[in-house]
């Protein structure tokens, strides 16, 4: 029930949308579930078991791999933030801010990304030139859909580039960035859609849309990939005001996809060719697409008109990467035959970003611009698939390499000072805490856990000054001097 009163300190969260779900518990069985009297969990939100936090770990160590591959530092920032420094930076999505209740006079609110608190760490410290990687929880009121990655609290993976740089370099670098990533982490086919902010804006203005509605349209444009044209359109006009000559012009654009060919042939385009801003931006995507081939990622990178991405805050180049259905489906079906089928897999965009060159200028008390551009990963949509992918059996949850067992009776002292000695010389090892444990139920454990080696003690191996070693998946055993254990046990287990 203490969650439930830390929730309830959330403007708009009652304790009664905290759920009894077994979605909100992998991991839990039904019986388990039906004899708990107290199982009160915040919908939104999950717990995970040492199996799954395992799986995830590898999935964060593959994205900090890369990130510090690419010469990124990290820093850290508040988890929630001052209400005006976040409001008015995420358009029609500002309505999903947590908002905390007044403490004494300051209003705050739960960061909702780790961009914007980024921008304001950038202002505050007189930072102009910085590549850095954050990894933290935000928090977001949507609609959860669990088994989709969607959550109210949730980790976001984060890199970029802050500095006056030549154009589209950076911006290159993080798009090979998903590349590598994705790839590495295997989760399928996948592609990186890209556009521009300044291309929407220019195609917005060609087809006439009214200045003042330029954020909200794109807002509904951002919707095509949950929606059919018709929806869109219709909420276009009869939701934002927009005549339906527009829509339909506006419906033209968006359904172009292509490369850079595509850029060439809308510079040649007798309305995109009108406006400065979109031929800007169209010669942009020419020179990213070009430096993007020579990074070796063209094959998964598409120009695709429909991509707007409706955060305020862009103001170029902006890219999203999803799985491809067919990847999706077959992540689906390598899972263990869920009971449910709300269980299986089914993910959207698992990486997306863009350029923001006045973001930092909005909290520089002179409104000096930093131009930046970043990439966040979807990490949670990730672990979705990672999750149902994985076989139970084959994850570990330790990384012991040695247990030290003993074979007889009253060798607890002779266990603990060999375990030290092994935990001294920097060894991942366990014992028994049992003064005497049958031999058999030690190497159960072993088996159980994972766990490679066994270092057994006996009176004899005690007199010999040697130490029974066996490999538990083989049951081999050799005797090794105790002066040689510990370099044996690091060329066993290290390789």
């Known amino acids: 029930m203490i969650w439930v009163r830390a929730c309830s300190a959330l403007v708009g969260f009652r304790a009664p949308t905290c759920v009894r779900s077994l979605h909100s518990f992998p991991g839990i069985t039904v019986a388990q579930y039906k004899t708990s009297e107290h199982f009160i969990f915040c919908s939104g939100t999950r717990d995970y078991n040492p199996k799954q936090m395992a799986i995830r770990e590898k999935v964060f160590n593959t994205i900090i791999r890369c990130f510090k591959r690419h010469g990124a530092e990290t820093i850290d920032t508040p988890v929630f933030e001052l209400k005006e420094t976040l409001t008015g930076k995420y358009g029609e999505d500002s309505k999903l801010i947590y908002d905390l209740k007044d403490q004494g006079g300051e209003l705050l609110s739960l960061r909702y990304d780790l961009t914007v608190p980024f921008a304001r760490y950038l202002a505050m410290n007189k930072i102009t030139n910085i590549k850095r990687y954050h990894i933290a929880k935000v928090y977001r009121r949507d609609n959860p859909a669990m088994t989709r990655g969607r959550y109210r609290e949730f980790?976001?993976?984060?890199?970029?580039?802050?500095?006056?740089?030549?154009?589209?370099i950076p911006d290159a670098e993080c798009l090979k960035i998903v590349h590598e990533i994705l790839n590495e982490l295997d989760l399928g086919?996948?592609?990186?859609?890209?556009?521009?902010?300044?291309?929407?804006?220019?195609?917005?203005?060609?087809?006439?849309?009214?200045d003042d509605k330029f954020r909200t349209i794109c807002s509904t444009v951002d919707k095509l990939d949950k929606m059919s044209w018709e929806d869109v359109k219709k909420e276009m006009v009869n939701e934002k005001g927009l005549s339906e000559e527009a829509a339909d012009q506006i419906g033209e654009y968006v359904s172009m996809q292509g490369?850079?060919?595509?850029?060439?042939?809308?510079?040649?385009?007798?309305?995109?060719?009108?406006?400065?801003?979109?031929?800007?931006?169209?010669?942009d995507i020419k020179l990213l697409f070009k430096y993007l081939q020579l990074f070796h990622v063209t094959d998964k990178v598409v120009f695709d008109l429909s991509l707007a991405r409706g955060l305020d805050?862009?103001?170029?180049?902006?890219?999203?990467?999803?799985?491809?259905?067919?990847?999706?489906?077959?992540?689906?079906?390598?899972?263990?035959?869920?009971?449910?089928?709300?269980?299986?897999?089914?993910?959207?965009?698992?990486?997306?970003?863009?350029?923001?060159?006045?973001l930092v200028g909005m909290f520089d008390p002179k409104g000096r611009r930093v131009p930046c551009v970043g990439v966040s990963i979807g990490i949670e949509?990730?672990?979705?698939?990672?999750?149902?992918?994985?076989?139970?059996?084959?994850?570990?949850?330790?990384?012991?390499?040695?247990?030290?067992?003993?074979a007889q009776k009253n060798l607890l002292e002779e266990r603990l000072q060999l375990i030290s000695e092994l935990w001294n010389a920097g060894i991942k090892a366990e014992v028994m805490y049992k003064k005497n444990p049958k031999l058999l139920s030690q190497l159960q454990y072993c088996e159980e856990a994972g766990i490679p080696l066994v270092a057994i003690l006996g009176e004899q191996e005690l007199k010999d000054?040697?130490?029974?070693?066996?490999?538990?998946?083989?049951?081999?055993?050799?005797?090794?001097?105790?002066?040689?254990?510990?370099?044996?046990?690091?060329?066993?287990?290290?390789a």
């Open 155 to 168: 980790y976001q993976c984060d890199f970029d580039i802050a500095g006056q740089y030549d154009a589209m």
């Open 189 to 210: 086919d996948f592609r990186i859609k890209v556009n521009d902010r300044r291309i929407l804006d220019g195609m917005f203005a060609v087809c006439g849309v009214p």
């Open 259 to 283: 490369g850079m060919d595509l850029a060439e042939r809308l510079l040649q385009d007798h309305k995109m060719s009108q406006s400065k801003q979109a031929c800007a931006g169209l010669s």
């Open 313 to 358: 805050y862009y103001t170029g180049v902006i890219y999203e990467a999803v799985l491809t259905q067919a990847s999706a489906v077959s992540a689906a079906n390598e899972a263990q035959n869920c009971a449910n089928a709300e269980e299986s897999v089914s993910v959207g965009s698992v990486a997306g970003g863009g350029r923001y060159d006045g």
């Open 381 to 406: 949509r990730i672990f979705s698939i990672m999750e149902q992918k994985a076989s139970p059996e084959k994850v570990r949850t330790t990384e012991v390499q040695i247990m030290v067992a003993s």
């Open 465 to 494: 000054g040697v130490v029974k070693l066996r490999v538990v998946a083989t049951r081999e055993e050799v005797d090794i001097s105790r002066a040689d254990l510990i370099s044996e046990i690091k060329r066993r287990t290290e």
